[in-house]
């Protein structure tokens, strides 16, 4: 079989992540771009939270009830011959692991910013990741309807928190109750803004940017203040190199108020356009037991793939768990003989599906860039490289050390393994990060925020029906250690026996219970190494 057939397929996949801070707009964002590629008929209002209609990307019972997204959810769409793949993330710091995840699966990134708040920390965390892979971002300033900044001073402020030279594409005319609408310099044109959610891009009316006196006597001073401040905003911008955004150095900016369906359509043309295809990624070879490093083409004829995220209980009728896999290369379908390279077990899913978010479809082929869940009972981990015989393992899947912990107390003894399942799983879907002591004793929860406990306690109750209470613990920290020798290891885990807990991927670590415990502990053993961050099932620990 020739790789062209490949090639074509792989040219027409879009994957990409909206991240942006809590409130900002990223999950209305989401179903627009899900309404206006045809993929749904109606989008699920985040305002009315109390009504029957809930966000199609928020599925579990807590993101319903608070009203935000605590996981990550994947869907798939067509438009204009493209397979988009969209990954919402959980916009909430205190679920920015599964975010950090979700970013090591795609090829490029969809940032919403608040015009009226501009660049907020979660957006700074966040770009810190994609920086530290280069991905590309196109950038959507939202709610342009509401009283905001300047425009200039929030492309300014991008530029300046960001490190990214911003070359606007759409530039808004008025703001809050005088917004007008927003200039395409793409197309030379104007759309003129009408409020209300119902609206579909083609009801807009268009006006060319040449027909200036008629824009001028519709939207007087408006219209001469956001020409001048246009002028500026491209006089101050590089002129737009599409090689540059591709390696991460430029961004291009639409503006637009997502829950009014407007200057959207601009955004999804945009990624169409704009955004790349699946691009190579990096993998260890195993060549006579020694790794090799290899860059897989997607258009490579051999089925590989990396598991970045595990949900647990998507279906509570059937308690299934999903892998989501992101493929790299080759092409899946159904029946295919597949193994996971961790265990070099042969994978045998229930069943392959794509997603809209809960409502799930057979898959009858994938390409790289898809995104496909292979259902299972059990056998699969983040970061897990699945292949069609390939010994190779992608890299770059991570574990942050958790800076919060918790002592699980269980309110009913007789529910222990209905608990131990619903940590293993949980662990395993990296919803928390679940340590148990080699001394035994109470298992411990550890988390990067607040808000993962609560989910995880809520999760219990209602999943697996374990009723836990949390206590807090003397621990403030944790570093997975590795060392040169066996016989090293073991003399340090004699000395700190307390200290020594198994995570859930079964690696070793060290549990602190303030900053100078990891310093007394490396003057004593200088040659045991703490790691802070490590990579799926112990591969390249990071100091």
């Known amino acids: 079989m020739s790789a062209s057939p490949f090639a074509a397929e792989t040219r027409r996949r879009r994957t990409f992540a909206i991240i942006s801070h809590p409130d900002a707009g990223k999950t209305t964002l989401t179903e627009k771009l899900l309404l206006f590629s045809g993929a749904i008929q109606i989008a699920g209002s985040v305002k009315a939270r109390k009504a029957s209609r809930h966000a199609t990307s928020d599925w579990m019972e807590i993101e319903k009830q608070r009203g935000i997204s605590v996981a990550s959810s994947v869907m798939q769409m067509l438009y204009r011959e493209h397979v988009i793949n969209l990954l919402d993330t959980p916009g909430h710091k205190d679920f920015s692991e599964d975010t950090y ?51 200039l001073d929030i492309l300014d402020e991008v530029e300046r928190e960001l490190g990214m030279a911003c070359v606007p594409m759409t530039w808004p005319v008025g703001q809050g109750k005088t917004f007008g609408g927003i200039m395409n310099l793409r197309t030379r044109a104007m759309t003129v803004f009408e409020s209300g959610s119902e609206r579909l ?89 020694e790794p090799v490093i290899k860059e897989i083409q997607p258009a490579d004829e051999n089925f590989a793939g990396v598991v970045f995220k595990v949900q647990a209980n998507m279906d509570a009728n059937h308690r299934d768990r999903i892998a989501f896999v992101r493929m790299a290369s080759g092409k899946y379908t159904p029946g295919m003989k597949l193994k996971v390279q961790r265990t070099a077990k042969e994978l045998r899913p229930t069943s392959v599906v794509t997603f809209l ?94 808000l993962q406990f609560e989910v995880v306690q809520h999760r219990l109750k209602s999943e697996y029906d ?70 799926h099932a112990g591969l390249a620990l990071q100091a």
Not at 423 to 431: D, P, S, T
Not at 522 to 532: A, G, V
Request: overall charge negative; proline content about 6%; charged content about 25%.
């Open 466 to 535: 374990a009723d836990i209470r949390l206590e807090g613990c003397q621990y403030t920290g944790a570093r997975w250690i590795t060392a040169d020798t066996p016989a090293e290891l073991r003399a340090f885990t004699d000395a700190y026996p307390a200290r020594m807990a198994r995570d859930a991927a079964n690696a070793l670590a060290f549990l602190c219970t303030s900053p100078y415990d990891v310093r007394l502990a490396q003057e004593r053993f200088p040659k045991i190494h703490f790691h802070l961050l490590r990579e």
């Open 201 to 289: 891009p083609q009801d807009f009316e268009t006006v060319p940017l040449s027909d200036r006196e008629n824009l001028l006597q519709r939207f007087g001073h408006e219209f001469e203040t956001a020409e001048q401040s246009m002028e500026l905003a491209i006089g101050a911008s590089p002129t737009w190199d599409h090689e540059a955004f591709l390696a991460g150095k430029q961004t291009p900016v639409f503006f637009g108020s997502g829950v009014n369906n407007f200057g959207v359509m601009e955004v999804l043309e945009a990624l169409v356009d704009l955004a790349p295809p699946p691009q190579p990624r990096t993998s260890k070879l195993i060549v006579n037991k």
């Open 357 to 450: 978010s809960q409502r799930r479809e057979a898959v009858d082929e994938a390409y790289a860039g898809d995104i496909i869940g292979f259902t299972t009972h059990g056998g699969v981990q983040l970061g897990d490289t699945i292949t069609d015989g390939a010994n190779l393992q992608f890299t770059g899947l991570p574990f942050f050390a958790p800076e919060l912990f918790m002592t699980v107390l269980l309110k009913n003894p007789l529910r222990t393994k209905q608990l131990q399942q619903g940590l293993a799983q949980l662990g395993e879907e990296g919803a928390i990060q679940v340590f148990r002591p080699e001394m035994g004793g109470s298992m411990l929860l550890g988390a990067v925020g607040q």
């Open 101 to 151: 995840r979700v970013l090591t699966a795609v090829d490029s990134a969809l940032m919403v910013i608040d015009a009226a708040n501009g660049v907020e920390a979660q957006t700074r965390r966040l770009i810190e990741v994609c920086r530290q892979r280069d991905t590309p971002i196109i950038t959507f300033v939202n709610k342009m309807d509401r009283e905001v900044r300047d425009p």
